[in-house]
T-cell receptor
Framework: SQKIEQNSEALNIQEGKTATLTCNYT??????LQWYRQDPGRGPVFLLL?????KEKRKERLKVTFDTTLKQSLFHITASQPADSATYLC?????????????FGQGTTLQVKP | DADVTQTPRNRITKTGKRIMLECSQT?????MYWYRQDPGLGLRLIYY???????NKGEISDGYSVSRQAQAKFSLSLESAIPNQTALYFC????????????FGPGTRLTVL
């Protein structure tokens, strides 16, 4: 079965540093991966989508990579700020083709300290 | 996201009661989803609907039912609530052809005593 695995341990970093979060998937590579941000008690918010044929995608201080050989996506936040503290979820399509369903990882909690 | 609303936001109920959670969206999206989130288990899909006449079971549909009353409305029912259905419930929408990017509501915190 397809799985998405994220480091369940919280990531603590100092303000200004680059945070790097890892998402590993099993089985075949999905057509795309998505990253979401979730604050406590609130719904996830979409951040970025990266397609299988894209090595890297950027949005402001965010960067996502997609390595189909390693079956891994990395999510980077540069010049991190305390306001970046949240849980970040990785998601992939469930099944092949456009099934319209996503499988979410458990999320990694990022804590940025001033 | 104010475009996707859920009611109620919090609910405490007793074992055996029937509960309905409602979701409305103004995004005009055709696809709607219900998830539950539990600590350590992440988001799990309960039911999903790609249009008004389409209802599909997700990963954990037992004990739940849904109704798609209109394109903009998707309700989740717990026919006879049990304590292990205590969780945070999220409704989400997506638009066909957009890579299934999902837009989530604010969530309903349900406690079953």
């Amino acid at each position: 079965s397809q799985k998405i695995e994220q480091n369940s341990e919280a990531l603590n970093i100092q303000e200004g540093k680059t945070a790097t979060l890892t998402c590993n998937y099993t089985n075949y590579s999905p057509a795309y991966l998505q990253w979401y941000r979730q604050d406590p008690g609130r719904g996830p918010v979409f951040l970025l989508l990266i397609r299988e044929n894209e090595k890297e995608k950027r949005k402001e201080r965010l960067k996502v990579t997609f390595d189909t050989t390693l079956k891994q996506s990395l999510f980077h936040i540069t010049a991190s700020q305390p306001a970046d503290s949240a849980t970040y979820l990785c998601a992939r399509l469930s099944g092949s083709g456009n099934t319209g369903k996503l499988i979410f990882g458990q999320g990694t909690t990022l804590q940025v300290k001033p | 996201d104010a475009d996707v609303t859920q009611t109620p936001r919090n609910r405490i109920t007793k074992t055996g009661k029937r509960i309905m959670l409602e979701c409305s969206q103004t995004k005009g999206h055709d696809r709607m989803y219900w998830y539950r989130q539990d600590p350590g288990l992440g988001l799990r899909l309960i039911y999903y609907s790609f249009d008004v006449k389409d209802i599909n079971k997700g990963e954990i549909s037992d004990g739940y039912s849904v109704s798609r009353q209109a394109q903009a409305k998707f309700s989740l029912s717990l026919e006879s609530a049990i304590p292990n259905q205590t969780a945070l419930y999220f409704c989400a929408t997506s638009e066909t052809g957009t890579g299934d990017t999902q837009y989530f509501g604010p969530g309903t915190r349900l406690t079953v005593l």
